[in-house]
């Protein structure tokens, strides 16, 4: 599994693929890929590390992601992270975090004071009915103000039966009036029920991808692994 890349476009950035315990919540509807954690802390600090050294830290930024949230990664990892920061000038790191986690956000930015901490809420979509009956997203607050607080940046998935092109731009719409930055996944084919929906992929590619694929605050992935990591 590729589990280092550089991001060329748009924000440009190192990211990082790591390890953990794995997702503590493990019940999103469209989710399969958070096999990659094992409880072996030391196991997954060696394999991080080994990650962590290729960090160059030319961009002055980095997103460290790992197939759940940064708090199921071991505390050595997480020091190793903030000594490449101060080694190799990087400045500015992404972290993603599901919404349980929302409370112990602060205390992560008080370890890494000095180094910008961009937090990424995997929120799928400000539709409750859909995020919380279709997705199984375990967020159970309408305000996006509120969602929004302590996150910089969040996820969105489009491409599912039930989308259409008003709840997408609606979507995308509050995603940048209440984040900094939004990340429009697109549902691809995995073991789960959930399945692409080729109609509403279409609408978003005619529809909004035209408009939104030069926006600097939107990352956009066709493919689950545009980001270079992952398999
Ligand atoms: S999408 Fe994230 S929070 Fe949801 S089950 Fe998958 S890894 Fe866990």
Same mark, same amino acid.
């Given at each position: ?18 390890? !953990? ?23 997954? %600090? ?29 505390? !050595? ?36 004071? !000095? ?22 997203? !375990? ?16 996820? %969105?998935? %489009? ?67 545009? %980001?270079?990591?992952?398999?």
């Amino acid at each position: 599994m590729e589990r280092y890349c550089k991001i060329l476009e748009k924000r440009k950035r190192e990211i990082v693929l790591l390890r !953990g315990t794995g997702c503590a919540y493990k019940r999103c509807a469209f989710c399969d890929y958070y096999d990659d954690g094992r409880e072996d802390g030391e196991a997954n %600090f060696a394999l991080n590390r080994a990650v962590l050294e290729k960090v160059t830290g030319e961009f002055g930024e980095l997103e460290v992601i790992n197939s759940g949230s940064v708090f199921e990664l071991d505390s !050595g990892t997480l020091r190793l992270i903030r000594e490449i920061c101060r080694e190799k000038s990087v400045s500015t790191v992404h972290f993603e975090s599901h919404y349980i986690y929302r409370q112990k956000i602060p205390r992560l930015r008080a370890e890494f004071s !000095g180094i910008d901490l961009k937090m990424k809420l995997g929120l799928e979509t400000f539709d409750f009915d859909f995020r919380e009956n279709t997705l199984k997203k !375990g967020i159970s607050e309408y305000s996006p103000e509120e969602i929004a607080r302590n996150f910089n940046e969040a996820n %969105f998935l %489009f491409g599912l039966t039930g989308q259409t092109l008003s709840s997408m731009k609606r979507d995308i719409d509050l995603g940048l009036r209440f984040f900094e930055r939004i990340c429009i996944n697109i549902m691809c084919e995995n073991s789960t029920d959930l399945k692409p929906d080729k109609d509403v992929i279409e609408v978003f590619m005619k529809g909004i991808y035209p408009a939104i694929k030069y926006d600097d605050r939107a990352d956009i992935l066709l493919n689950n692994t545009d %980001f270079g990591v992952g398999d």
